[in-house]
């Protein structure tokens, strides 16, 4: 029901209560003072007819008196008189429909008696009834004026008013904070109005201050995860060069045989196969380079863009631990992928999911002694994410890069991944790589827990959302 209308029912439903109380208490004074003037004209009456009764008594006897009582009777017919012989007189009241008073003969009358006086009450019972069929007529009048006057006021000075706040309350809801709600009124609802327009101007103008923020955030991590794959790029060039070198000294004692026309047609023909082969190998690993250090989108655009996409999470392991190989192998590290019964798939985008694994795989690699193995397995879990209150348990693709070295410090498992904190050697690491691969992680709904023990390595597991079925 509305506010209007509850309104209404409420000053209907008051104002005739209030008319009912004042009708009752009209009605019972009314009654008291119809029954007090009826009593005062019988007690004369009573004395009169009982002056005239002892008279007849006195001069003639009873039966005299019995007929004068029938002359007074028969002058009034609304009122009865009777000669009562004998006995103490009765109480005054109402009895049936009719009122009873009664009075004692005087004292010079020669006989004891009672001289009882009765008029009927239908004059006083239709006086109520008309009176209370006006009650009723003026009643219903003034409540359906009440009603409709209510209705109309209450309409316009708060139904209106509140429609129009709850609505533009539903679109602050929404996110529309514009056009402000117009209320002329000068009261507590007009000033409600006016505070809330108020209040989306400054919504409005802290979501522009905090998407300007956002921005310029988006646009520092981007810059701050482009410097750091680029760093990667810079220790894998060493590798590089080895994995280049091979095919390239292939492909020049090959062109040198060509060159001094050693061999025959189908010679020559299988050296132009060795230098092709030789030339896609080393393509392909200048490709991967690059496709690695030309980045990715930025945090907002994997948030809002690409969590849609599927991403085969074993293979994206096997192309980074290939990636990396040269530089596992420089320093005599190997990498092992475990094979999984069946692939799991993730959501996210492939360029962030890469970069946040290989700078997993290069903090495991550096952290390994010489001979060491890093392992990484995938697998699919249900977890609690870390990060979230109240937030139910539910499936999530893990990447667990498992290392053999020395373990973190006691006291630094808090810092790991600020950006900046490093415990290598100068020239080893600017302290990037966790604090990137761990804000990729949180852009796409996971995070990296860590599970690391002094003298028996760590483990690094990358938690993304796993994708659907």
């Given at each position: 029901?509305?506010?209007?209308?509850?309104?209404?029912?409420?000053?209907?439903?008051?104002?005739?209560?209030?008319?009912?109380?004042?009708?009752?208490?009209?009605?019972r004074?009314?009654?008291?003072?119809?029954?007090?003037?009826?009593a005062?004209?019988?007690?004369a009456?009573?004395?009169?007819?009982?002056?005239?009764?002892a008279?007849?008594?006195?001069?003639?006897?009873?039966?005299?008196?019995?007929?004068?009582?029938?002359?007074?009777?028969?002058?009034?017919?609304?009122i009865?008189?009777?000669?009562?012989?004998?006995?103490?007189?009765?109480?005054?009241?109402?009895r049936?429909?009719?009122?009873?008073?009664?009075?004692?003969?005087?004292p010079?009358?020669p006989?004891p008696?009672?001289i009882?006086?009765?008029e009927s009450l239908?004059?006083?019972?239709a006086?109520?009834?008309?009176?209370?069929?006006?009650t009723?007529?003026?009643?219903?009048?003034?409540?359906?004026?009440?009603?409709?006057?209510s209705?109309?006021l209450?309409?316009?000075?708060?139904?209106?008013p509140?429609?129009?706040?709850a609505?533009k309350?539903?679109?602050?809801?929404?996110?529309?904070?514009?056009?402000?709600v117009?209320?002329?009124?000068k009261?507590?609802?007009?000033?409600?109005?006016r505070?809330?327009?108020?209040?989306?101007?400054?919504?409005?103008?802290?979501?522009?201050?905090?998407?300007?923020?956002s921005?310029?955030?988006?646009?520092?991590?981007?810059?701050?995860?482009?410097?750091?794959?680029?760093?990667?790029?810079?220790?894998?060039?060493?590798?590089?060069a080895?994995?280049?070198?091979?095919?390239?000294?292939?492909?020049?004692?090959?062109a040198a045989?060509?060159a001094?026309?050693?061999?025959?047609p189908d010679?020559?023909?299988?050296?132009?196969?060795?230098?092709?082969?030789?030339?896609?190998?080393?393509?392909?690993?200048?490709?991967?380079?690059v496709d690695?250090?030309?980045?990715?989108?930025?945090?907002?655009?994997?948030?809002?863009?690409?969590m849609?996409?599927?991403?085969d999470?074993?293979?994206?392991?096997?192309r980074?631990?290939?990636?990396?190989?040269?530089l596992?192998?420089?320093?005599?590290v190997?990498?092992?992928?475990?094979?999984?019964?069946?692939?799991?798939?993730g959501?996210?985008?492939?360029?962030?999911?890469?970069?946040?694994?290989?700078?997993?795989?290069?903090?495991?690699i550096?952290?390994?002694?010489?001979?060491?193995?890093?392992?990484?397995?995938?697998?699919?879990?249900?977890a609690?994410?870390?990060?979230?209150?109240?937030?139910?348990?539910?499936?999530?693709?893990?990447?667990?890069?498992?290392?053999?070295?020395?373990?973190?410090?006691?006291?630094?498992?808090?810092?790991?991944?600020?950006?900046?904190?490093?415990?290598?050697?100068v020239?080893?690491g600017?302290?990037?790589?966790l604090?990137?691969?761990?804000?990729?992680?949180?852009?796409?709904?996971?995070?990296?827990a860590?599970d690391?023990?002094?003298?028996?390595?760590?483990?690094?597991s990358?938690?993304?959302?796993?994708?659907a079925?």
């Amino acid at each position: 029901m509305k506010v209007a209308a509850k309104l209404a029912w409420v000053i209907v439903a008051s104002m005739c209560a209030v008319i009912a109380a004042s009708a009752v208490v009209r009605w019972r004074h009314d009654q008291e003072i119809f029954e007090d003037d009826m009593a005062r004209d019988h007690v004369a009456l009573a004395r009169y007819a009982g002056g005239a009764v002892a008279q007849a008594l006195q001069s003639h006897g009873p039966a005299e008196a019995a007929l004068r009582v029938d002359r007074m009777n028969q002058r009034n017919q609304e009122i009865h008189i009777r000669w009562i012989p004998g006995g103490p007189p009765r109480p005054s009241g109402v009895r049936g429909d009719r009122f009873y008073s009664y009075a004692p003969l005087p004292p010079e009358s020669p006989e004891p008696g009672t001289i009882e006086v009765s008029e009927s009450l239908a004059r006083e019972r239709a006086y109520m009834r008309a009176d209370f069929q006006q009650t009723i007529i003026v009643t219903l009048v003034m409540a359906t004026t009440a009603a409709l006057l209510s209705a109309l006021l209450g309409y316009r000075l708060i139904g209106t008013p509140l429609s129009l706040l709850a609505k533009k309350a539903h679109q602050v809801g929404t996110g529309q904070l514009q056009p402000p709600v117009a209320l002329p009124q000068k009261d507590e609802l007009g000033e409600l109005a006016r505070e809330m327009n108020v209040m989306c101007e400054r919504l409005a103008d802290s979501n522009a201050r905090v998407a300007a923020e956002s921005q310029a955030r988006a646009v520092a991590l981007d810059a701050l995860r482009q410097s750091d794959r680029l760093a990667t790029v810079g220790k894998l060039a060493a590798g590089l060069a080895h994995e280049l070198g091979t095919p390239l000294n292939v492909v020049a004692a090959r062109a040198a045989m060509i060159a001094a026309k050693e061999g025959g047609p189908d010679q020559l023909a299988s050296y132009g196969r060795i230098i092709e082969a030789q030339a896609e190998r080393m393509n392909r690993i200048v490709r991967q380079l690059v496709d690695f250090a030309r980045g990715g989108a930025s945090p907002l655009r994997v948030r809002v863009a690409t969590m849609a996409a599927e991403l085969d999470l074993v293979e994206i392991a096997r192309r980074t631990s290939a990636l990396l190989a040269p530089l596992a192998a420089q320093r005599r590290v190997s990498i092992h992928v475990g094979e999984g019964s069946a692939a799991v798939a993730g959501r996210g985008d492939v360029a962030q999911v890469e970069q946040a694994l290989a700078n997993l795989l290069a903090n495991a690699i550096q952290a390994s002694p010489p001979r060491g193995e890093v392992d990484v397995g995938v697998d699919l879990v249900r977890a609690t994410p870390p990060h979230g209150i109240g937030e139910p348990e539910r499936a999530f693709a893990r990447v667990s890069v498992h290392d053999q070295g020395p373990g973190i410090v006691p006291g630094n498992e808090a810092r790991i991944f600020e950006p900046f904190f490093t415990t290598r050697e100068v020239g080893d690491g600017i302290g990037l790589g966790l604090s990137v691969a761990y804000g990729i992680a949180r852009d796409h709904g996971g995070w990296i827990a860590v599970d690391s023990q002094p003298g028996q390595g760590s483990r690094f597991s990358l938690f993304l959302p796993a994708a659907a079925g």
